[in-house]
């Protein structure tokens, strides 16, 4: 979910918050994101919470974009989308928006 802060902080113009379902995933997720970053020109500033020990939350700070990747009930627990719901939720091409958990099946 990207989501357009600007007319809320002055850290960052959008907060994009994303899910993973293991710890890997979440560092790969996070790698990948700062590499991209980088080669465009846009290196990340900083990343906290990867690597090594079993952790459910990454930030890394693009300057413009803050990056958020929550692994398992995280991005539940700490409720940015909650903490963002008045800026405008941002559509991003090819990315359906997610499900709300109340209409998840539970297995």
Known sequence: ??????DFVSYADYVLIVSANSTPQLDAIADHCARVGKAMGSPALSVEGAGGGNHDWVLADFGDVVLHVFKGDARHRYDLEGLWSDAAQVEIPGVEPPVPPEYVASS
């Open 1 to 6: 979910m990207l989501i357009h802060v600007e």
